[in-house]
């Protein structure tokens, strides 16, 4: 569980963090009864390589109506099919970021809630996040201008000033038109820097960013839910999130960079060029 030092000092801060907490514990909650195996959990596949389990539903569940009690004025989308749409204001849900793993047995998994404003040109404006890993018991966090924590620690991004020295962490994508190019990009960027990494779990890869456990992330067509918290908790820790072009708009598309400001510069001159239509 939260140690209670946490949770009095995020009550410190906006209502919306400590909602978005609030909601990832009771999330966490659900999830662990079933790692634990006190809960039979049953899976499906929504596409292929895409599953669903009873965990990820009752997770969902318990996120949903409690961030519908607190905040009945503002919208609600979550990944196992909650599409509540009343304003502007919208939480973006991951009940159980890496499911792959929770049904593998990999002890890599979190909860992933972030909110947003959608602003008239359809953009996002990210304001607050929590994201929760209950194997390990970290939580990061983070509010629009207050910067980002894991637990009480303030995250700060990686330091390093060379490619060469980088540890990157990645994902691979579902679609099979996406392959191709990511295989490029992967082709590309590996031989620049000391590593790369695939635990399978967005939201995590990036708050490992924000705290420079990574020196950088990048992954194709992740969904609103997966990177809504994460990549405010990178920006609030100084770091950049843009897609592979280098425009802000990344929730909209999924293709996401972050890293610190220097080494998103030096992947975005790698990535961009292979862009292209040609490519
Ligand atoms: C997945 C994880 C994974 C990423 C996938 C996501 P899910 O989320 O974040 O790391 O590579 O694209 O869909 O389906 O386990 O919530
Ligand atoms: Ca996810
Ligand atoms: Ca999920």
């Not at 919306?16 to 907490?21: E, F, G, K, P, Q």
């Amino acid at each position: 569980m939260i140690d209670s030092h946490i949770l009095s000092f995020v009550h410190q801060t906006s209502r919306s963090v400590r909602l978005a907490l609030e909601a990832a514990i009771r999330g966490g909650e659900v999830l662990l009864r079933f790692w634990q195996g006190l809960s039979s959990n049953r899976v499906g596949e929504k596409n292929r390589g895409d599953l669903v389990t009873q965990a990820d539903i009752e997770s969902e569940n318990a996120i949903v109506n409690f961030l519908q009690k607190e905040t009945p004025e503002w919208s609600v989308i979550a990944e196992e099919g909650t599409e509540r749409a009343v304003s502007d204001m919208i939480w973006f849900v991951d009940p159980l970021d890496g499911t792959t793993n929770f049904v593998q047995r990999f002890p890599i998994f979190a909860i992933s809630i972030g909110l947003a404003r959608r602003l008239p040109n359809n953009s996002h404006d990210l304001l607050a996040g929590a994201v929760w890993n209950p194997i390990s018991g970290e939580v990061f966090w983070g509010a629009k201008g207050e910067g980002s924590y894991c637990g009480l620690e303030r995250l700060r991004v990686s330091t390093k000033e060379r490619l060469a020295d980088a540890v990157i962490g990645t994902g691979f994508p579902r679609a099979p038109e996406e392959l191709p190019r990511y295989l490029r990009e992967f082709a590309e960027l590996y031989p620049h820097c000391r590593a790369i990494r695939r635990p399978g779990a967005a939201s995590l890869d990036l708050c490992w960013t924000a705290q420079g456990i990574y020196d950088a992330f990048w992954e194709h067509c992740l969904a609103p839910w997966d990177i809504a918290a994460g990549s405010l908790i990178v920006m609030e820790a100084g770091g950049i999130c843009s897609d592979f072009r280098g425009d802000a708009r990344y929730l909209k598309s999924g293709n996401i960079l972050a890293a610190s400001p220097v080494l998103h510069q030096q992947i975005l001159m790698i990535l961009r060029p292979l862009q292209s239509d040609k490519h």
